[in-house]
Structure formats: structure tokens, C-alpha cells
């Protein structure tokens, strides 16, 4: 234990051991500044080659001699800006972050920056990771802060998620309209170990929008996401490889409370909503036992309670939203590692009478993990998986719901986007290439009753779990 006390308070014995267990990665990079003169500095990395990606595996700032007021993160060509705050202060002066950061495309870099830095103070950053061939992708200048009109509605880029990305997971807000806080927790690997749970926001100390961590999330190491909001307060359900977890959380807080377990176990594709005072949650393909109930929660008493049935067939991947007092679900697979069977039903429940009735088919092939939201009581479905085995299959393409007239009309492909900009003078973002028709699966969406949030996700989501996560973040309106 002292021997890594001491590695740890020894800047460059740490960076001797983080280069030493990279040496096949041939991707390590010290850069310092000197005895430098009173205010602000940034530090940079060597600009990435061509047709070249970087994984970041891990970034240390040292500051000796001093103390300074904040370290910022930045990697791309234009201030693609985050803080470093989710890293661990391991010793005076000695910041690393230890999370997988992707550097991409030809002439980005890491940068580093220290606020209000006293005079003669010496600045470091180590950065370690691995350095892989990756086809180029063409440089096309965007209008900083243009919005990208794809043929619907208007899709505005928001501050690039900063992490790897996330799948397979769920996003709420306090259930207020033009909530400003959106939450999201979902995978952030491919094998479904590790999670991630965060917020995009107002931050805690600038009060600028942008990408936030919760340091104080009790589940950030789990998967398996569904969540619901009942009264301004959101309930979620998840899991680790060792445990099952429900949980009350107030958005806007860091108070995380268990409650009462549902009978149903949590499986990535479950449905959650709520009506009412209740919130609902249900579903599961898990052999030997797979089941269609959803369950009913009461929070007052905290307690659950079979609701109803669903009478379609067994399946994961399913989008569920509620509008007027009725919940409306479809979609999914009977099991994506077993089967090929996709689905392209829709299904109305009322919960006054436990009326089931079965609503016009998805005029095309049915689809998988989609992500949904409700503007206008119209429900938005796009994107999902068509074909799981490899070479799969994911679906680009975004289609509204209309419960009153029973029909389905498409509205267009989802954009992605590739690369970032960020103009510190104008608060902006804009991609550095958009692509119109790529497909995506287990994106999430979230609305606030005003406007929707919707990104993440990944492409080439197949059975070889080659996945590439996306971190794009967009504001819709329609």
C-alpha cells in the first residue's frame, strides 16, 4: 500500500508504469511547460495522422510548484471542450482520468488547460493509449452552429457526449415541460459490464449547458437500464453482474434511494412508463421464464402489483410511450441472439378497464431497440435494429405515430454526426461531417413536452459486437 502511495505522489513514476503497459499500443505523450509567466496555459498534444485513430486510455495533468483554479479537457481541432471531472485527484497537484476517450481523424489532438496559473509554476500531461489505422473521413466544413435540416424537422447539435457513448439505455427529465436537465444511463461497452449515468445541463459551477457526470450515482457501474417519472421524482431499474437495483432518484439532486424491487428482472429492452400516479414496468424474453406481465408501482406506499398482460408475442427491444392517459407499445424481437424474428406491431393499453387493442402494423420490416419520444401527442420511432446477425442491419429511418388517426408516416433518416466543433466565443457546436441515411440501434430520446433530445447509440450493431458508439447529442424540434 505505501509503494502505491508513493508511486502515486510521484508523477513520473506513474507515467513509467502507464507507458510501460502500453508498449504494443505505441501511444504514449509527455508535454510540459516550464517556469511559466502568470496566467492562463494550455497544453497540446502532436496532432493525430492520417488515416490513424487514437483511444485514449488515460490523461494526468501535474501542476508543481502551484495550485490553479480549474483544468479543462479538450480533444479535436476546435475546442471540443469538457472539464476533467471525471478523474481522480490522486495527489496534490496530480489529476488522472482513466476513461476511455476516443481521439479521431487526422490533426486532432489532446489539450489541456489551466486557469489563473501563478507565476513560475511548471505544467505537465501525460496521455497513454493505442493507436489503430481507421479509414479517413473527408473534412467538410460545416456553418458553425447551423442547424441540420433533414428533410424534418429542425435538428440543432448539442455539446458531443463525453465519453465513448452509450447503448441500450434510458434518459428522463423531472416530467416538467421544457425541462433543462436531461439524465441518461445505458452501456458504454459492447459487453455490457460497465455503465454510465450522467446528465446534460446546466453545470454545477458555471451554470454553462453542457455534459456532466454524477459523481454521487450509487449505479454507475450498471446496465440494463429502464426508468419512469411519477410526480417529478424518476424510479429506475438496472443491474450489475452481481445484483438487481430500483431506485428513486430527483432529477436535479444526488439523492438516490432504494426501494422495493419489482418481481420482473431487469433486462436491457424492458418497458417502462407511467400514468398516473403509477408507474409501470414489465416484459422479459429471460429463458427459462420469459414473461408478459408489467407490473404496476405505487410510490406512496412503495409498493407493486400485477397490471396487466400484453397480448402480442413474447420479445425484447421494444418502444413504449403514453399519450392521453393511454400507453402505446411495439416493435422488438422475439430474441436477438436466438431468433430472426422482428416484430411490427403496435399495441394501445387503457388502463381504466385493462383494455388491450391492437393499432395499424409498422408498414415495413419490424425492428428492434428503436428509440422513441412524444411532441404534439404524435410518437416519434426511429432508428432499431432489422437484422441482428452478422452482417446486421440498423435502421436510419424516423416514422410518427398518430393514435388518434391509427396510422403510421415517415418523416425522414436521423442524422449522424462525425467529428466535432466547438466556438468558445459563441457557446456553438457544429459537426464536422453529417451523414444523413447511417443507421443506428439503442439510441435514446427524450422529451420535455416542448422539444426532444435525442443521440448515442451505435452503428454496425450486429452479433460480432463490433460496435462503433456514437456520441452525437442533437435538440429536435418538428
Not at 453482474?241 to 438516490?256: D, I, M, N
Not at 431487469?266 to 416484459?283: D, E, H, L, T
Not at 427491444?317 to 431468433?339: H, I, P, Q, R
Not at 398518430?402 to 457544429?430: E, S
Amino acid at each position: 500500500m505505501a509503494e502505491a502511495t508513493e508511486l502515486f505522489n510521484d508523477v513520473e513514476r506513474l507515467w513509467e508504469l502507464l507507458a510501460a503497459t502500453k508498449q504494443t499500443a505505441g501511444y504514449n505523450e509527455h508535454v510540459e511547460k516550464l517556469d511559466v509567466e502568470a496566467g492562463d496555459h494550455c497544453l497540446y498534444t502532436e496532432k493525430i495522422g492520417a488515416d490513424q485513430v487514437v483511444h485514449v486510455s488515460s490523461i494526468c495533468t501535474k501542476t508543481r510548484g502551484c495550485s490553479v483554479d480549474r483544468v479543462t479537457l479538450a480533444m479535436g481541432n476546435m475546442h471540443n471542450v469538457y472539464e476533467l471531472n471525471k478523474c481522480t485527484q490522486l495527489a496534490d497537484g496530480l489529476l488522472c482520468c482513466q476513461k476511455g476517450l476516443w481521439v479521431r481523424y487526422e490533426g486532432d489532438y489532446v489539450q489541456a488547460c489551466f486557469k489563473n496559473v501563478p507565476e513560475g509554476c511548471d505544467l505537465h500531461m501525460y496521455v497513454s493509449g493505442s493507436v489503430a489505422n481507421f479509414p479517413q473521413i473527408a473534412y467538410v466544413p460545416p456553418v458553425m452552429g447551423e442547424p441540420w435540416v433533414p428533410g424534418w424537422g429542425i435538428w440543432i447539435p448539442l455539446a458531443v457526449y463525453s465519453e465513448i457513448g452509450i447503448i441500450f439505455g434510458t434518459g428522463y427529465t423531472d416530467g416538467s415541460v421544457g425541462a433543462n436537465k436531461i439524465y441518461v444511463a445505458g452501456h458504454d461497452t459492447d459487453t455490457y459490464q460497465t455503465g454510465e449515468f450522467d446528465y446534460w445541463g446546466p453545470g454545477p459551477v458555471s451554470g454553462d449547458i453542457y455534459w456532466n457526470p454524477d459523481p454521487e450515482a450509487p449505479y454507475n457501474a450498471a446496465f440494463s437500464w429502464s426508468s419512469f417519472v411519477v410526480g417529478g421524482i424518476a424510479y429506475l431499474r438496472c443491474r450489475s453482474r452481481t445484483a438487481t437495483y430500483f431506485f428513486e432518484h430527483f432529477p436535479g439532486g444526488q439523492v438516490y434511494t432504494p426501494k422495493t424491487e419489482p418481481a420482473t428482472p431487469p433486462k436491457v429492452g424492458q418497458i417502462a412508463f407511467a400514468i398516473g400516479g403509477y408507474g409501470y414496468y414489465g416484459m422479459t424474453n429471460y429463458a427459462p421464464a420469459p414473461s408478459n406481465v408489467i407490473e404496476k408501482y405505487y410510490p406512496p406506499s412503495d409498493t407493486w402489483s400485477n397490471a396487466t398482460t400484453f397480448p402480442g408475442a413474447n420479445r425484447e427491444g421494444m418502444f413504449s410511450e403514453v399519450v392521453n392517459g393511454k400507453a402505446y407499445m411495439g416493435w422488438g424481437a422475439k430474441n436477438l441472439s436466438t431468433s430472426s424474428v422482428y416484430y411490427n406491431d403496435i399495441w394501445e393499453w387503457n388502463p381504466v378497464g385493462d383494455v388491450w387493442t391492437e393499432m395499424e402494423p409498422f408498414p415495413y420490416s419490424g425492428r428492434a431497440y428503436p428509440f422513441s419520444f412524444v411532441l404534439n401527442d404524435l410518437i416519434y420511432v426511429g432508428t432499431g435494429i432489422i437484422k441482428y446477425t452478422n452482417p446486421g442491419v440498423n435502421a436510419a429511418g424516423v416514422w410518427v405515430f398518430d393514435p388518434v388517426k391509427n396510422d403510421w408516416a415517415p418523416v425522414g433518416d436521423m442524422p449522424t454526426a462525425y467529428g466535432w466543433f466547438y466556438d468558445p466565443d459563441t457557446y456553438t457546436w457544429a459537426p464536422r461531417k453529417v451523414v444523413q441515411s447511417q443507421g443506428r440501434a439503442g439510441a435514446i430520446a427524450v422529451s420535455n413536452g416542448e422539444q426532444a433530445y435525442v443521440g448515442l447509440g451505435a452503428t454496425n450493431v450486429d452479433d460480432l459486437r463490433n460496435y462503433e458508439f456514437l456520441n452525437d447529442w442533437w435538440r429536435v424540434s418538428v
